[in-house]
């Protein structure tokens, strides 16, 4: 992943933000949205665009995007900031391998306690028969 060429990829959006504050809300842009175009990336590997389709799928939209907002602070440079760090996180959570598939089966030892326990039940049920004198 080359976070340099990620960056300059990045389209930034801005709008105002939602929520209480009075006339500021009203007239500053600090809420930030950053769209990653996840398939169209020269930063990431074929290999890591797989990964995080695998990972984050449900986060990437129709066009294969990836967006991150963030409008918690009144200051528009923070919440960039802010927006910034947390689409660096979800890549670098995103492009870590997939886990191995493992062979399915029974633990050795559940199968040796289930023979064992058929053995026991097998032995009080020979146990039921005539007694010879």
Sequence with gaps: MNWDIIERELELRTSRSSGAGGQHVNKTESRVELVLDVEASQGLSRRERDNIRFHLG???DGQGRLSVTDQSDRSQHT??????DHLRQLLERGIRNPPKKRKAGAFKA?????LASKKRRGEIKAGRGKIDF
């Design 110 to 114: 559940n199968s040796r306690k289930r």
């Design 79 to 84: 919440n960039r900031k802010r927006a910034l």
């Design 58 to 60: 449900n986060r990437l």
